[in-house]
Each structure stands twice: as C-alpha cells, then as structure tokens.
C-alpha cells in the first residue's frame, strides 16, 4: 500500500452551494499551490461519492488527512468515509474544511470565516481540535443502517424543509428567501408526529414533535441556533424539541430562533443532553431523518455520541464554545 501520511486529500464537491464550489474550485486550487500544502486532489460526480473516494483513498493509499472543500453535506459525506474505512483508527485522522458559500453551519460554531485565503492559511496552521462525533443507527425496510454526522440531525420540521430545500438545489435554486418560503409551505402542510424520546434509557419526551434537533453544534438549518449551549468535546448531545406552534407564532419567533433565544422564550420548548438518544414513532409509521442535508429512513432512530472521536482543523481564533 502507498503511504501519503503527510499529504492532504482534498475532496471537492463542484455542486456544493448550487455550484459555486465548481466555479470557485480555480481560484481555491490556486490559493492551494502559493500556499506550499502538498496535497492531491478528487473533485466529486455525482451524490455519495465522497464517502468512496475518502474510504477507498485511506485504505489503498494511506491518506490520514483530509480536506472537505463544500458545504455540510460534502463535510457529512467525508465524515462518513472516514469512518467507514477500517485502516487508521479515527483519531488517527486530521480532518480540515473549506466551506464554500454562506449555509454552513458547522463552520459558525468555530468562526469560519468566508475568506478562502484566511481558511487555507487555517489549514497551514493545522490547528487540531478534538471533535466528537454522533451515530445514528436507523431502519431501511427494517435493516439497520448506520449513519455518522459531525453537527446535526433532525426530524419533523427540519426534515420537511431539508427535503424541499434539496429539491430546490437541484433545480438549481436557492438563497435565504427561498429557504424561508420552504420553511412557511412546510408549516402550513406539517402534520406534527408523536414520538417519544428515550435519554440514557429514561422517557422523557411523550408528545407532538413540530421540530426535533439532535447534534453536537449549536447552528442547524442554514443558521438557525437550533441547540444554542452544545458543546463539540463534552461528549454529549444537545436536544431541541419544540411541540406544535401555530404559523404566527412562529413567525414572530423567527428572530429568537436565529439568535437561540427561543429556547427560553417559547413555552413549547424543552431541551435535554445525554449520551443517548431513541426517538420513537408513536404510533409506528413512517418517520424521516435529516442529517446535515441526507434523508434518512425510517425509525426508531438509536443515536450515541462518540466523543474526541476525530481531529478537527479549526481556525486559531476559535470562538467561545
């Protein structure tokens, strides 16, 4: 097997933020070849690729660092990769990111700014921050299946917008507004699920679900502060259930969501951390998953946190978890 241990992957996904990754990728590589990085690169064809290229790139040739240049969803796709190869423990592996566009929201957490200059200068500096990382095991026609993501996941609300906002992307349409109107349409047709939330074994949530967010970051939906105390280290998730809220009232919370102040300001709210998460339907029906922009089905949903489970390259004016 080739070795490449000092060399960084660099993963390109040309169709990250409705192709503005394919047009910026020139400049990015250029920025790249002044910086004196020694890397190679793949540039992603199509959904899910990313996942094969990280997985089969560690294991044939023995690349222990890796860069994500896209949004969440290429940043998930290379997570998974990761953590599907079996050559290098995970912990082994360093994992850095440049976000492309304005909707990522890991990158919020740690203060990514959107400056391709300043985050390759980030990679130089190789920073390392030891990130946990949830799981979640879910049922495709009954067989378990095992999904990892790095910020988020949600149901309910979130999964309907997610859904139609992938709709959008693909017929190349995007930006604020339209994400917007994707969240009112999905308000209006929503029919509020009843699950139940099992915490480290214990019941602890038995209602209608208008919104469910589950993760380690505090942003989710293209900047909503969705689990505004979550912490990436202290080995446990955030939990935001919101029960049913009518349309004007959520329109008036609009604001506090996007700043976290909803969780104290809406009665309908309850939050919860653990190590372990089930979320169940009640009755068993159909219930989807999101994760960081990838559909999943169907539940029960089992996650577990794995905590400083991967080396994340973070800027070296980190923000105040």
């Known amino acids: 097997m080739n070795e490449n241990n000092n060399r960084w992957l660099v993963v390109v996904n040309p169709q990250a933020s409705i192709g503005k990754c394919g047009k910026d990728w020139p400049e990015i590589k250029r920025i790249l070849d002044e910086s004196g990085l020694e890397y190679d690169f793949v540039v992603t064809e199509r959904p899910g690729h990313a996942i094969e290229i990280v997985r089969d790139h560690i294991t044939e040739k023995g690349y222990k660092k890796i860069v994500s240049i896209g949004g969440d969803g290429t940043n998930n796709e290379v997570i998974n990769g990761i953590f599907t190869q079996d050559r290098f423990h995970t912990q082994e592996i360093v994992m850095g990111v440049i976000p492309v566009g304005t909707g990522n929201d890991w990158?919020?957490?740690?203060?990514?700014?959107?400056?391709?200059?300043?985050?390759?200068?980030?990679?130089?500096?190789?920073?390392?921050?030891?990130?946990?990382?949830?799981?979640?095991?879910?049922?495709?026609?009954?067989?378990?299946?095992?999904?990892?993501?790095?910020?988020?996941?949600?149901?309910?609300?979130?999964?309907?917008?997610?859904?139609?906002?992938?709709?959008?992307?693909?017929?190349?349409?995007?930006?604020?507004?339209?994400?917007?109107?994707?969240?009112?349409?999905?308000?209006?047709?929503?029919?509020?699920?009843?699950?139940?939330?099992?915490?480290?074994?214990?019941?602890?949530?038995?209602?209608?679900?208008?919104?469910?967010?589950?993760?380690?970051?505090?942003?989710n939906g293209g900047g909503m502060m969705m689990m505004p105390?979550?912490?990436?280290?202290?080995?446990?998730?955030?939990?935001?259930?919101?029960?049913?809220?009518?349309?004007?009232?959520?329109?008036?919370?609009?604001?506090?969501?996007?700043?976290g102040s909803?969780?104290?300001?809406?009665?309908?709210?309850?939050?919860?951390?653990?190590?372990?998460?089930?979320?169940?339907?009640i009755p068993s029906h159909k219930l989807l998953l999101e994760t960081e922009g990838e559909t999943l089905t169907n539940s029960p949903f089992d996650f577990e946190i794995l905590p400083k489970a991967i080396n994340m390259v973070i800027p070296t004016e980190q923000l105040n978890n």
Do not use: W
């Open 229 to 259: 105390e979550a912490v990436q280290d202290d080995g446990l998730f955030d939990i935001t259930a919101i029960k049913k809220v009518g349309l004007l009232k959520f329109a008036a919370n609009v604001k506090n969501i996007y700043d």
């Open 107 to 219: 990158r919020r957490s740690f203060g990514f700014p959107i400056d391709y200059r300043k985050n390759i200068q980030t990679l130089k500096e190789e920073r390392l921050f030891s990130h946990d990382i949830g799981k979640v095991v879910y049922y495709n026609h009954g067989d378990p299946r095992v999904r990892y993501f790095l910020n988020a996941a949600g149901t309910g609300l979130d999964e309907m917008v997610c859904k139609k906002t992938n709709l959008l992307k693909s017929q190349g349409k995007g930006g604020t507004i339209r994400y917007l109107l994707s969240v009112v349409n999905s308000l209006l047709t929503i029919k509020c699920p009843h699950v139940q939330i099992e915490l480290d074994g214990q019941l602890v949530f038995d209602d209608e679900i208008l919104s469910l967010s589950i993760g380690n970051g505090r942003y």
């Open 262 to 281: 909803f969780v104290q300001k809406l009665k309908e709210v309850s939050t919860y951390r653990g190590k372990k998460v089930r979320v169940i339907s």
